[in-house]
């Protein structure tokens, strides 16, 4: 007797839906990149071009995180002066 190997339907499916979209998959890739690489280059020479924007933005963003982080520690410390318990009387 001889055997026979059949995909299952699971292999099929999966083998038609790759084949379908491998071509696509490869088109866009290749839009994304070309697009990517095209802001890249178009950052790089902002960057050359205008210094001083890109230098405000950094201190704008480095201030912005000390700020936040000075906010964060204060609130952290005020949480453990709470007291652990706290009583209400009532009448």
Do not use: D, Y
């Not at 190997?5 to 499916?13: A, D, F, M, Q, T």
């Not at 964060?72 to 009583?87: D, G, M, S």
């Amino acid at each position: 007797m001889e055997t026979v190997n059949v995909p299952s339907g699971l292999e099929v499916e999966s083998a038609s839906w790759r084949s379908k979209l491998s071509p696509r998959v490869t088109r866009m890739k290749s839009k994304v990149t070309t697009t990517a690489s095209g802001v890249a280059t178009k950052v790089n020479g902002q960057l050359r071009a205008k210094p001083a924007i890109f230098a405000g933005i950094a201190a704008g963003l480095g201030f912005a995180l000390g700020l936040t982080g000075r906010i964060a520690r204060h609130r952290r410390q005020a949480r453990k002066e709470l007291p652990a318990l706290l009583v209400i009387e009532g009448c």
